[in-house]
């Protein structure tokens, strides 16, 4: 039996990098998926290949309206909802002084409020079914700060708090993790690394302090999210994974 069988999940931000290898890594593991994005063009070609298992919502994950309608489309199409996957997530660059008020809100709408939203209308359909878990991708930007990264830092901290607190509430019916990558080799790291003098040799230099001496690739973000949200993981909850090829530590 595959590890997802009968399971059905809504996983943000699934458009591109680690969304998108976690949605096609659930699906290959027998789930269903609403699949939630800003970019039709690129949702709706993912939809197509991951066939019947899966149904693309386009909209702004900043708006409660829309996350609702998330859950209910899960119910609609797939009549339960288990999983949500939260990876929805922008940059906001510049420095506290520098940045734009309006980019802050943003950032912090679409890394953090749109988890409090999606995570307030699922719960009453997760706690339905036994097994039932949210995983939040978050960051070492958790912990470590990055140069005109304030807003990413911010929420992206403030989701492992969040994390926690659900976790705490909706024991024993619902798991609540998340997970910290470091850099991992998707359009947001090089945006990220904008921020810095040389672009480029910013991402050389995060290669050379991890461990093993790699980015990290979607899928391995998308086998640590298989194995959270599934029955092997039934025993943790309220934990933050660091994956991150050893970056912290270095």
Not at 123 to 133: F, M, Q, T, V, Y
Not at 155 to 166: E, F, T
Not at 171 to 190: F, H, K, S, Y
Request: glycine fraction near 8%; proline fraction near 4%; aromatic fraction near 6%.
């Amino acid at each position: 039996m595959k590890k997802l069988e009968n399971k059905v999940a809504i996983i943000t931000g699934a458009t591109s990098g680690m969304g998108k290898a976690i949605a096609i890594t659930f699906v290959a593991n027998g789930a269903k998926v609403i699949l939630s994005g800003r970019d039709e063009i690129r949702g709706n070609k993912l939809s197509n290949e991951l066939g019947d298992n899966a149904v693309f919502v386009a909209g702004d994950i900043t708006k409660a309206s829309y996350n609702n309608i998330l859950v209910s489309t899960a119910i609609e199409h797939f009549h339960k909802l288990d999983i949500l996957s939260l990876n929805a997530g922008i940059l906001g660059l510049g420095s506290v002084t520098e940045l734009q008020d309006e980019l802050w809100k943003n950032t912090i709408d679409t890394n953090l409020s749109s988890i409090f939203y999606l995570s307030k209308y699922s719960i009453p359909e997760l706690k339905k079914n036994e097994g039932a878990s949210i995983l939040i991708n978050a960051s070492i930007a958790a912990y470590k700060s990055f140069p005109n990264h304030p807003a990413y830092c911010a929420s992206k901290a403030g989701s492992l708090a969040l994390m926690r607190q659900m976790a705490v509430e909706y024991a024993p019916e619902i798991r609540v993790n998340a997970m910290c990558p470091g850099p991992v080799d998707t359009p947001l790291l090089w945006d990220s690394a904008k921020a810095f003098e040389h672009p480029k040799k910013a991402v050389e230099n995060a290669v050379n302090k991890t461990l093993l001496k790699r980015l990290g690739q979607p899928k391995d973000i998308a086998n640590l999210a298989l194995f959270l949200v599934s029955n092997d993981a039934s025993w943790i909850t309220g934990s933050a994974m660091t994956i991150d090829g050893g970056i912290l530590n270095a």
